[in-house]
């Protein structure tokens, strides 16, 4: 019997790096050979190969694939969002865990303003669709061309403006660009198409996908806690505690003692360690997650 086989799409470029290790927490490792397009899985399910993500979109819609991951800034360019299953929205980018804007950006020393003072002017941009789009919902004609790249360099030499991804705003700063209007914000998309979104088995395996994946980028902002309190401290810890859900608490063979077990954002154990400390744990360990379903 023929081994069922998923089609899916991973980005190439930016992204890959990021995607390639939250795949690989959600259990999937990914082997890339420099020299080819479609790496070797773990999983006998998954034929996978690596496409730029602004391609990804009408590959999937047009059934090349079964799914992938794309950004839903060329899920706009491409105008497909009508022709995909947006499947899951997994918050990652280059960088760390927020999404990636897209700005209209001028000149430090532009007169421009707002979007109505684009009007006439000329301007750089990967999303000539997107950007085309935005204005005229602001009633502006403004000539609009695709940049291949070094778009912020472009501007003011070249063009009046740019309409450019940002995920840190470093890169505009350096070129000595401001932000006019941010456009929308982009996250990157698990999207499938719609003849595999209505096969069973394959629904199935993008769903599990989704779910592990999910799972991996949830842990990515929490941590684990363990410590060990006296029984006459237990109450002053706990109040220390703003728990995912309610905190594991086990007696200990010596029945004066308690061992604790809690889920926290990793954000806050700079603060929450020396709270607890201070409160009576004792025994304190912070540990790592792969994956955290809600």
């Known amino acids: 019997m023929e081994q069922k086989k998923l089609r899916i799409g991973l980005p190439k470029g930016s992204l890959q790096n990021a995607t390639i290790e939250m795949f690989r927490k959600a259990g999937w490792s990914i082997n890339v050979d420099e020299r080819q397009y479609t790496p070797d899985m773990n999983d006998e399910e998954l034929w996978s190969v690596l496409l730029r993500a602004q391609e990804m979109p009408n590959y999937v819609a047009d059934g090349v694939l079964d799914c992938g991951l794309t950004g839903l800034d060329w899920i706009k360019e491409c105008e497909v969002e009508d022709r995909v299953i947006e499947v899951a929205d997994l918050v990652y980018a280059k960088h760390g865990m927020r999404p990636y804007r897209w700005v209209l950006a001028v000149d430090e ?6 979007a109505e003072d684009v009007q006439g002017k000329r301007i750089a941009t990967e999303l000539v669709s997107v950007t085309t789009k935005y204005l005229a919902e602001h009633g502006v004609e403004a ?3 695709y940049s291949w790249g070094a778009t912020e360099a472009k501007c003011p030499s070249l063009v009046d403006a740019i309409v450019e991804g940002t995920e840190t705003g470093s890169t505009l700063r350096a070129n000595n660009l401001r932000i006019v209007d941010v456009l929308f914000e982009s996250t990157t998309k698990l999207i499938a198409n719609q003849d595999a979104w209505a096969d069973p088995w394959k629904r199935n395996k993008i769903e ?7 799972g991996a980028l949830a842990a990515e902002e929490y941590v684990g806690l363990k410590m060990n309190c006296s029984k006459d401290d237990l109450d002053a810890v706990l109040g220390k505690l703003p728990a995912l859900k309610n905190p594991t608490i086990s007696e200990l063979a010596d029945g004066g003692w308690h061992a ?10 700079r603060v929450l360690i020396p709270e607890l400390k201070a409160a009576g744990a004792q025994g304190i360990i912070e540990y790592p ?6």
């Not at 020393?109 to 707002?114: A, G, L, V």
């Not at 599990?208 to 999910?214: H, Y």
């Not at 604790?260 to 154990?269: M, R, S």
């Open 208 to 214: 599990n996908i989704a779910l592990m994946l999910g």
């Open 289 to 294: 997650l792969n994956k955290l379903i809600m």
């Open 260 to 269: 604790i077990e809690v889920i926290v954002l990793k954000k806050t154990v």
């Open 143 to 145: 000539t609009v061309e």
């Open 109 to 114: 020393s532009s007169d421009i303003n707002r």
